[in-house]
């Protein structure tokens, strides 16, 4: 793999990147990341660079609505003051733990961390990873967040059966819960 970053005004900082696994160009713009020119091998940098000049229109207005939910995304978070990391971590173990006592739940092992796209997720094996901003939201898209993980544990998927289970622990307020969780996104 091969890395350039190059000043393209007026999107700023770009990082070219040529590499194998690309299989076409692209340009990906996302949240608190650089804005990135994939290509392969067979492509040179100077076509990747006109290939980005010829979609800047493109480039510069997604890269401005990026901008604007990095913003919403920070004075979103940034609204409650920030709990010390452990105290944060002892909060949603316990949360974990609980929840899943209540409703019969078995989870494997659960990891907590400072995520940038995700606020849980739940492997194969029924491990539950939750994202540690989950504290600066409400109790009630908290629970939300973790009830959907455990439900996880017995549905890998979002099929209309998981949504169906997932009702019976939130009051039938599941879609509810996840629009409001999109005004709150880590990244895109």
């Known amino acids: 793999m091969s890395i350039t970053i ?3 005004p007026p999107l700023g900082s770009i990082v070219f990147s040529q590499s194998k696994r690309a299989k076409r160009l692209s340009i990906s713009i996302r949240a ?19 290939y980005l000049l010829k979609n800047l229109s493109w480039a510069k207005q997604s890269l401005d609505y990026v901008r604007k ?26 949360r974990l733990c609980e929840l899943a006592d209540i409703h019969g ?3 494997n092992r659960v ?8 606020w849980g997720s739940c492997s194969n094996l029924n491990n539950i990873n939750l994202n540690i901003n989950l504290v600066s939201l409400t109790q009630e898209l908290m629970d939300y967040v973790i009830l ?6 017995e ?34």
């Open 6 to 8: 190059l000043d393209i």
């Open 32 to 50: 608190f990341k650089p804005v990135r020119v994939a290509f392969p091998p067979r492509i040179s940098l100077k076509k990747a660079r006109k």
């Open 69 to 94: 939910i990095e913003k919403e995304h920070e004075t979103t978070l940034n609204d409650k003051p920030k709990l010390p990391v452990i105290k944060a971590k002892t909060i949603l173990r316990n």
């Open 105 to 107: 739940f078995k989870y």
């Open 111 to 118: 990891f907590i961390r400072n995520q940038k796209t995700r």
């Open 148 to 153: 959907h993980e455990l439900v996880h544990t």
């Open 155 to 188: 549905i890998k998927n979002h099929s209309k059966k998981y949504w169906a289970h997932l009702d019976t622990y939130v009051g039938g307020r599941a879609k509810e819960f996840d629009k409001k969780l999109k005004k709150h996104r880590l990244g895109l």
